[in-house]
């Protein structure tokens, strides 16, 4: 899952971070709720067993329906936002909204209008605060190489401004979500020298956190949370998140309470939504699961979460969001590799009880990202298939970076 | 999320989903259905919400599509799809003839469906499907296919970088599908019993008829091999330019004759024709009787050849290899077994015994085979 970190002010050109500019904060939690997006083009011919879509006959075509009906509500995009774009400017602005869009609505279209966008503009042409947004978007679609070579270019230029803070945040974000947190680490540390304060220990804290010193980390953001004097709400609710994340790795009930202020604060920040949820579920608190996803069932995590609360509590319609799980998984597939892995590998474990094709799954997106609860899926899978050499390389791995995890540590015991 | 909810109310009279759509990226379904050669059809689904990117669907410009609105834009998404979505095989574009439309839906809500029948100019399958849809507004969208063919089911996704997809399996050269039924030819000739048992009465009489000539010395020997050779040509060609005739008639689809009664009439024919062997009931000119009967043997090499050609476009190159092959393993048959007759003829016994005992083996055989047949029927 992608982190709450990245919450700066992509699109804003100048050093001073105005309101206006931090309000559309850009997050990088972006890829975490997009089914089936990475990947490049592709086209092959796929045999209906080899990619396991089990029916793909179309529903009848309906030529009956009343001329009052409302079909379907568009969503509120103006057709200029898919002209060319005249300026940087208009196009940056553009790109930023598109990409603010797809992240507080769970909308992956508007990745594709961003990607658009870009291509349109000449090569020749990119600003760095293009490439940033760039980064942004290749990273929400699991492109991470091509992220990082955008976001080596902004840095290669040794300046300071707002479009290298912004890259150095987004690099920070990538390497920590990928589990490479020396480079992580470093990030941050340019991050505090070149923009200190809240948003840099946010990113310190997460760092730490994954290599053994999450306490420390807990309480040193608290302390730093407490400590400052003016907060905006996109701090507060910001670190808020990262606190939620803290205490919940090291399994302390606060992590409920930081995660509900951030939602306070930010209702759609479906990161933290979809993290509350999984804490809920392993609570056994079905009944408030399904409160606080309900409305969400368009969002893949939300949705797999909320139908793996409705199964455990025994509810009636069960049933119908696991069908439709299922067929929003197999066009997916059909879609080919670029299935949001996390999401269907957990509805695999623990919906489908497919737990072989779980393993799968959970692995291929553990190449890609390494969160915690990216990690966690992967060692219950793997227990579910016996897989011990599986479970030693994973071990050896968090115990290399030195992290531990209450949520995972039973799993990580010998 | 507001907006899903509400759209979710609407569309549950609608399409009959009590639920919010999924969030997904944008996909077109296309499926194509070569299963029947005669009858090749493409159905697309395309998302309301994207052809709203290309077409005006919302014509008040309030954000929602009523049923009305969709009909009005129906010509301009019929003339969307129509620039966008091609088939073709070695004969040009073919033509997209709508067969029905209306709506569907997939997991992320409702789609505009139409089904077009595919007429391509020679009337053969469509061999290439080209999809150039959406992608000018959204790289990430798919066009995902489903292909229906005679052997079974396939899926593939066409792409920005992957706009074309061939349909059917490469075509086989004219050249390899000749070779192909000249192969099935000789093939079917050699384990059709019923027509290696007519072809064996038939050629009797000249394998005989020649050892009463005056003298067995070595000049007339020859004379006799020659005069036999000249009736065997006679009685083969004779076979050969009747059954090519019907057999013709029958896969080009001109004259279709019942096949278990021709089945039968084959059986008879042998009958008959060993028969004649001893008692001329239809005259001693056996090349008449070859021509004649050859006439309905063509007919049942057709119902061979009619399975095989079956979903295959070259059916005069498989008529003319199939053909060809019949005449080569009648070839080769009468090349191994006249000259061992032929020898065996000079023998006594082989016209008082040997020729008897086959006819008589030959006719119950086929007479048999009548009764059985004709109990079929």
Request: proline share 4%; charged share 20%; hydrophobic share 45%.
């Amino acid at each position: 899952m992608i982190k709450p970190m990245n919450r700066l002010l992509t699109g804003c050109s100048e050093m001073e971070m105005s309101e206006r500019c931090r309000q559309p904060a850009l997050c990088l939690r972006l890829a975490a709720f997009f089914p089936a997006l990475w990947g490049r083009v592709f086209c092959g011919l796929l045999t209906l067993m080899s990619v396991g879509v089990a029916d793909a006959s179309p529903a009848p075509i309906q030529t009956q329906f009343s001329d009052t009906q409302v079909l379907v509500s568009l969503p509120n995009l103006a057709s200029p936002a898919l002209a060319p774009s005249q300026t940087e400017d208009q196009l940056a602005t553009k790109v930023r909204d598109f990409l603010q869009q797809a992240r507080s609505e769970g909308d992956p279209r508007y990745l594709g209008y961003a990607q658009r966008a870009l291509e349109r503009w000449p090569e020749t042409q990119m600003t760095d605060r293009l490439r940033v947004l760039r980064a942004t978007l290749w990273q929400s679609l699991h492109r991470f190489d091509e992220a990082r070579a955008d976001l080596a270019q902004v840095l290669a230029t040794g300046n300071v401004n707002a479009n290298t803070i912004q890259a150095t945040l987004t690099l920070a974000n990538l390497e920590l979500v990928q589990g490479h947190y020396e480079a992580a680490r470093r990030a941050c540390g340019q991050l505090q020298q070149h923009y200190p304060g809240l948003l840099a220990l946010n990113c310190q804290a997460q760092v730490s956190a994954r290599t053994g010193q999450a306490l420390e980390a807990y309480d040193s953001l608290t302390a730093a949370k407490d400590n400052a004097s003016r907060l905006s709400a996109t701090d507060r609710s910001w670190t808020e998140g990262t606190l939620g994340d803290l205490a919940a790795q090291l399994g302390r009930p606060e992590a409920e309470l930081h995660w509900r202020r951030t939602l306070r604060i930010a209702p759609d920040d479906l990161y933290v939504r979809a993290q509350l949820a999984d804490w809920l579920i392993n609570q056994q608190r079905f009944e408030e699961t399904l409160a606080l996803t309900e409305g969400y069932e368009a969002v893949d995590s939300l949705a797999v979460l909320r139908a793996i609360a409705l199964n455990r509590a025994g509810h009636d319609h069960a049933d119908d969001l696991t069908m439709r799980l299922r067929e929003r998984f197999a066009e997916a597939r059909w879609r080919g590799n670029l299935l949001h892995q996390r999401d269907y590998a957990r509805f695999l474990l623990d919906v489908e009880g497919e737990v072989s094709d779980a393993l799968t799954f959970a692995r291929q997106n553990w190449q890609a990202q390494r969160e915690p609860m990216d990690t966690r899926l992967l060692l219950r899978a793997a227990r579910a298939n016996d897989d011990n050499d599986l479970l030693r390389v994973t071990r050896q791995w968090l115990a290399q970076a030195n992290q531990q995890d209450a949520r995972f540590s039973e799993d990580t015991r010998p | 999320m507001t907006r899903c909810s509400l759209l979710w109310v609407v569309l549950v009279a609608l399409i009959g989903a009590p639920h919010a759509w999924a969030h997904k990226a944008s996909d077109s379904f296309i499926y194509v259905d070569q299963s029947e050669p005669d009858r090749q059809t493409v159905r697309i689904d395309v998302a309301l919400r994207d052809l709203a990117l290309v077409v005006n669907l919302d014509a008040d410009r309030n954000r929602d599509v009523t049923g009305a609105e969709l009909q009005a834009a129906r010509p301009a998404i019929t003339q969307y799809i129509d620039q966008r979505l091609t088939a073709r095989n070695g004969a040009g574009r073919c033509r997209l003839i709508g067969q029905q439309w209306g709506l569907s839906s997939h997991s992320d809500g409702p789609y505009a469906a139409g089904a077009y029948r595919m007429d391509c100019p020679d009337g053969e399958p469509a061999q290439q499907l080209q999809y150039d849809l959406l992608f000018d507004i959204d790289p990430l969208h798919r066009g995902l296919v489903q292909l229906t063919g005679t052997e079974g089911e396939s899926l593939a996704v066409m792409g920005p970088d992957a706009r074309r997809l061939d349909l059917a399996a490469p075509q086989v050269s004219a050249l390899a599908t000749f070779g192909t039924f000249v192969y099935e030819g000789v093939f079917h000739l050699l384990i059709g019993l019923d027509h290696i048992l007519f072809l064996l009465v038939l050629v009797l009489p000249a394998t005989f008829g020649h050892t009463h000539a005056p003298t067995a010395s070595q000049p007339s020997a020859n004379g006799n091999l020659r005069s036999a050779l000249l009736e065997l040509i006679g009685i083969v060609t004779a076979f050969t330019v009747a059954h090519s005739m019907t057999l013709a008639l029958a896969v080009l689809d001109i004259v279709q004759l019942p096949v278990a009664w021709v089945e039968m009439v084959i059986a008879l024919s042998i009958a008959i024709a060993a028969l004649n062997v001893f008692w001329p009931v239809l005259g001693k000119k056996t090349w008449k009787l070859a021509f004649g009967f050859g006439l309905i043997h063509g007919f049942g090499f057709a119902s061979v050849l009619g399975d095989l050609t079956s979903g295959l476009s070259q059916t005069v190159v498989a008529l003319a290899g199939f053909n060809i092959g019949v005449e080569l393993g009648q070839l080769a048959l009468l090349l191994v077994c006249f000259p061992i007759l032929f020898l065996l003829g000079k023998h006594p016994l082989y016209a008082r015994a040997a020729v008897p005992a086959m006819v008589l083996v030959v006719s119950c055989v086929s007479l048999y085979w009548a009764v059985e047949r004709a109990g079929a029927l």
